[in-house]
Structure formats: structure tokens, C-alpha cells
């Protein structure tokens, strides 16, 4: 499927697992997505998203502040290392030599992985890009996405900005052309 997304698709989802990461969230939720939406700055969604008044800082702080209130904590995949450790597995001389060998960075554990909504989110962009009769995914169809998951952190993070979901939508329609690769 990832194949599809356009250039700047491919860099906000990519965005969202690096935003995951830099919170310490062992998943990728529809908040990260919403996250790397933002982070693309010059798509379609970013500008729709900017139009709102809803920026990367302040939606990063609200992201943790929702997951807070929902129970979440930023673990860091600390319990995946316990475990592996457990079994006399270090994460952290694997991750140093893997810096070492291939550059800073280069091995990241745990993976996140994504959260049954942010799956449906993502396969919902497909519906969602075939309905505009598009072939290829952009931003703009990563967010109308976002918009039907009700029951993702990212419209929680939206509503702290005061953005009403369907106009949100409609202004996303209104802009949606296709986005360059």
C-alpha cells in the first residue's frame, strides 16, 4: 500500500513513526499521524490543518496530554527491552554497535507499531482517495481518513484546538487536488 502514497504521503507517515519515537510511544496512533501530517508542512493537509490554527508544538503537547488522560504513559518500549533482557538479550549494545556500523539512528527499538485505528485510518485514506478518483494517496487523503477513525486520539487532539471534524473536511475536500510525488 505504501507504494501508492505520493512523496509527500510517504514523508508524513514516515513523520508520524518518528514523532511516536521522539514521544516515547512504543505505537503509532492516529495522534501520530495527525503529528506527521503536521510535520509535512507543505501538504495539503498541513495547510488545511494550519487554515484551523492547529500547529506541530502545541498538537505534540496535547497528543500527551490526551494519552495521559486516556491512561497512556510514554514508555519508551522499555517493557519490550525488560523482556528481552530477561532472556539476556542487550537492546542497548545491539543499538551501539548498529550506530556504530551503519550510522546514529540506524536501529530503532522496539518498531512502533500501528494502533488498530490508525490501520483503519490508513485503509479508510485508500476509500477515501478512490472516492476522488485518485490513484495515488496524498496528505489530504491521510487526513479525511483520520476524520472517520471516532474512536483515535486524533480528533481529540483536534477538538483541544476547537476543529469541528466536518468542516475540517469540507475545507480538505474544497483543496483536495492532486498533490505533486
Not at 61 to 86: F, K, Y
Not at 128 to 142: K, P, S, Y
Amino acid at each position: 500500500m505504501f507504494e501508492f502514497f505520493t512523496d509527500r504521503g510517504k514523508q508524513a507517515v514516515a513523520a508520524s513513526q518518528d514523532e511516536a519515537i521522539a514521544l516515547g510511544h512504543d505505537f503509532i496512533g492516529t495522534e501520530h499521524l495527525l503529528l506527521g501530517l503536521l510535520a509535512a508542512e507543505s501538504g495539503t493537509a498541513a495547510r488545511a490543518l494550519h487554515g484551523q490554527n492547529v500547529d506541530l508544538e502545541r498538537a505534540r503537547q496535547e497528543t500527551v496530554r490526551v494519552l495521559e488522560a486516556a491512561g497512556i504513559s510514554a514508555l519508551g518500549g522499555q517493557p519490550a527491552r525488560d523482556a528481552l533482557s530477561s532472556l539476556g538479550i542487550d537492546v542497548t549494545e545491539i543499538q551501539r554497535q548498529a550506530d556504530t556500523s551503519f550510522g546514529p539512528g540506524a536501529f530503532q527499538f522496539p518498531r512502533p507499531a500501528y494502533t488498530p485505528e490508525a490501520r483503519t485510518a490508513l485503509t479508510n485514506t485508500l476509500n477515501e482517495a478512490r472516492a476522488l478518483g485518485r490513484d495515488t494517496f496524498g496528505t489530504e487523503h491521510i487526513l479525511l481518513g483520520l476524520l472517520t477513525v471516532p474512536e483515535g486520539h486524533a480528533l481529540k487532539v483536534l477538538a483541544s484546538f476547537r476543529v469541528d471534524p466536518t468542516t475540517l473536511r469540507r475545507t480538505v475536500l474544497a483543496q483536495a487536488t492532486p498533490e505533486a510525488p
